[in-house]
Structures are given as C-alpha cells and as structure tokens.
C-alpha cells in the first residue's frame, strides 16, 4: 500500500514569489507520481506527472516538480506565482505497473496575495 | 481538448434513498474509477472497473455501492440506501492503460439530508 503526506495545509505567498509546495511519499514497491490542482468548484486537473526518464518533470504553466527517490519525495515549485495560481494542489502516488488506484495527500492550499 | 463529464454537479438526497451518479467518460479510454471526498477530508479512492468488471474496490465501496457501464458510454454509481455520511463529492475518471494521466470530471456532490 502506499501513502501521501503533504505537510503544508495552507501555503500563502505573495505575487511573483517563489513557492514549494512538499510532498513524501511511502511505497514498499515503485511507483507513479502526480500532482493534481484542483480550482474552486471545478474537478481536479492533472498538472504533471512522473512516470519514469528524468526525475525533473514541468508544467506548461511554469510548476516542476522533482523526484528524489531516496527521499522519497515530489515536491511541487514555481519561481513565480500569479494569482491565477491560488487553489488547492494535491499530490498522488500509484503503484507502477497497469492503471492503479491513486493515493492522495491530504491537500495544501496555496493563495497567493497581491 | 476531451473531458470527462459527470451529471448532475449537485444532488440532494433523503436519507435511506437510492441515487444514481453518472459520468461519460473519455471515448477511447478503458480503465473508470470512482473517487469521493468528503468535505475537508483527503480525495478517496472507492472504485476501478476495466472490461465491464470490478478490478480493484477499497473498503468503502460495500455492498450499498455499485458500478455498471451500461450502455458503452456511460458509467455510473449507485449507492442503495443513502447515509448522512455518504454525503461528499464524488469524482469519475478515466485512463488509457498506458498510464498517460488520469482525467477527472467535475464532480457530483451529493447531500444526504
């Protein structure tokens, strides 16, 4: 089985500021990684994902998000933040292999102040 | 761009009720899941359903939960007899096998009262 921890519930940030939003992961066996937004009253939105290659994976909105396997972590950032970026931003893990189950943390929200 | 669509966004509910929740997923994808989260609380999986069976269920989908596709392009989720604690918003998505993302819908949410 695997779990999410998403340390941060609430994350404020001024406009144009840099932001991490942190995410750990625990899996006894590989796994996917993804990070979800979700806007108010709108479904959740895929925003990147890792599946395999290169641990450094982007957004087309300017997020990254990094895996670090022996830290077992997905953290999300932006060098910039808009205000459009306020919303909640939730992190899953499945296992690898044929379509899974995801697992979500328990969500941050991020607003970002003007 | 291809969503996938849930009606109705909102249901209001007695409890001890039967309601159905449905979703069109996306045309050419064929893993469905339903997810709930109830307010406040994390994002849940409840259900998986690939070639027209159940592939993997949690400890929440009981016997007053079930799935049907009935007609190749819907998909839905019924629940029997529903509880206050049934209460959440219920979100359907879709996948490719090969693992290109999972698309949600907007969601349903359902108040039991």
């Known amino acids: 089985a695997q779990s999410v921890t998403q340390l941060d519930s609430q994350v404020p940030v001024f406009e144009e500021a840099p932001v991490e939003l942190r995410c750990n992961y625990s899996s006894s066996v590989s796994v996917y990684l993804f990070w979800y937004v979700q806007y108010p009253n709108q479904g959740l939105q895929l925003l990147l994902k890792?599946?395999?290659?290169?641990?450094l994976v982007e957004s087309i909105n300017g997020f990254e998000a990094e895996f670090n396997k022996s830290q077992t972590s997905f953290h999300l950032r932006k060098p910039s933040v808009h205000i459009s970026d306020t919303a909640e931003y939730f992190c899953?893990?499945?296992?690898?292999?044929?379509?899974?189950?995801?697992?979500f943390g328990s969500g941050t929200q991020l607003t970002v102040l003007p | 761009e291809p969503e996938v669509t849930q009606t109705p966004s909102h249901q209001v509910t007695q409890m001890g009720q039967e309601v159905i929740l449905r979703c069109v997923p996306i045309?050419?994808?064929?893993?469905f899941y339903w997810y709930r989260q109830i307010l406040g609380q994390k994002v849940e999986f409840l259900v998986s359903f690939y070639n027209n069976e159940i592939s993997e269920k949690s400890e929440i989908f009981d016997d007053q939960f079930s799935v049907e596709r009935p007609d190749g392009s819907n998909f839905t989720l019924k629940i029997r007899s529903t509880k206050l604690e049934d209460s959440a918003m219920y979100f359907c998505?879709?996948?490719?096998?090969?693992?290109?993302?999972?698309?949600f819908g907007s969601g349903t949410r359902l108040t039991v009262v």
């Open positions: 899953a893990v499945s296992a690898s292999g044929s379509a899974r189950q995801l697992t």
């Open positions: 998505a879709s996948t490719l096998w090969d693992r290109v993302g999972y698309t």
């Open positions: 045309s050419n994808h064929l893993y």
């Open positions: 890792y599946l395999s290659g290169s641990t």
